[in-house]
């Protein structure tokens, strides 16, 4: 069997299963989501389809860690081929992906603010809106948007404040129904920057984990090409140089005469 630079073999067995461990990360963080989402009876828009896309880089991943390392361990061409195309695909998707988040990442806080200002006031928004307000409200025990008087005079019972949210200083008294001059316990906290800070942090998450691996493809590329050229340098035959018969040496074009003495 043809023999590949030992450390360079190594080298490139180590980032597979460093490559492989991302994976198993990546499908980690799906299955612990999935599992957060579902106690707290969450139903965010587009949340199956973001944890079956983590479930597919995860599993993606692991597969192509398997082929590279497989393909190291038997000095595999084919192996280390589809490895090579798969780490090429893969670099190219990774910073067509990172690159433009990166970019639109100071930008999203602004964007997020825009776009739900325009649920205001949250008591004459669509039931479907008025129900995940809740959700998130009783989630994340805060009231409102920006404010509880997103809600006017309509504030729900998911902002009103328990015991424990009231001895740890989290609520407020406000009125209501200022004919009746009534009030109550609201949370405190409004609901965008929590909303805000989780949603910034999960696309720091997913910024680092593309660039993570969009630089482990451009290395598994480089080490992938360098074996594969070991390779088939190395199973090249053997080239004997010839000399051609033209360039025989000649025989001399005229030889001494030599006369034999005479008796």
């Known amino acids: 069997m043809t023999q590949v630079n030992r450390c360079l073999k190594l080298t490139f067995i180590v980032s597979n299963v460093f490559f492989a461990i991302v994976g198993g990360l ?3 963080l799906a299955l612990l989501l999935q599992v957060v989402t579902h106690l707290n009876g969450a139903t965010l828009e587009g949340r199956g389809t973001a944890l079956v896309m983590l479930y597919v880089v995860g ?9 590279g390392a497989y393909g190291a361990h038997r000095q595999s061409r084919p192996a280390l081929i589809v ?3 798969c780490m090429v695909i893969g670099s190219l998707l990774m910073l067509r992906v990172g690159i433009p988040a990166a970019a639109v990442r100071p930008q999203l806080e602004g964007l997020m603010r825009e776009r739900l200002s325009q649920l205001l006031p949250l008591d004459a928004t669509s039931q479907e809106n008025k129900d995940v307000a809740n959700s998130v409200q009783e989630m994340l025990k805060c009231c409102g948007l920006f404010s509880y008087e997103d809600w006017r005079q309509n504030i729900p019972d998911s902002c009103s404040c328990d015991d424990v949210a009231e001895m740890e200083g989290k609520c407020q008294s406000v009125n209501y129904l200022m004919l ?11 609901c965008f920057p929590l909303i805000a800070h989780y949603i910034l942090m999960a696309v720091d998450v997913v910024i680092g984990v593309v660039f993570v691996l ?9 080490l992938s090409s360098i074996i594969i ?3 088939r340098a190395a199973n090249r035959p ?5 000399v051609p018969s033209i ?4 025989p001399p074009k005229y030889q001494e005469l030599h006369n034999p003495p005479m008796y």
Not at 62 to 67: D, E, H, K, T
Not at 214 to 222: F, V
Not at 247 to 250: D, L, M, V
Request: without cysteine.
């Open 229 to 231: 050229h070991q390779l």
């Open 214 to 222: 969009a630089i482990l493809a451009l290395l598994g590329l480089t």
């Open 26 to 28: 990546i499908i980690t």
């Open 180 to 190: 009746l001059q009534r009030s109550r316990l609201v949370f405190s906290q409004p």
């Open 247 to 250: 360039f025989k040496a000649a």
């Open 83 to 85: 490895f090579l195309v």
């Open 59 to 67: 599993t993606i991943t692991m597969v192509i860690a398997a082929v």
């Open 238 to 242: 053997s080239v004997v140089m010839v």
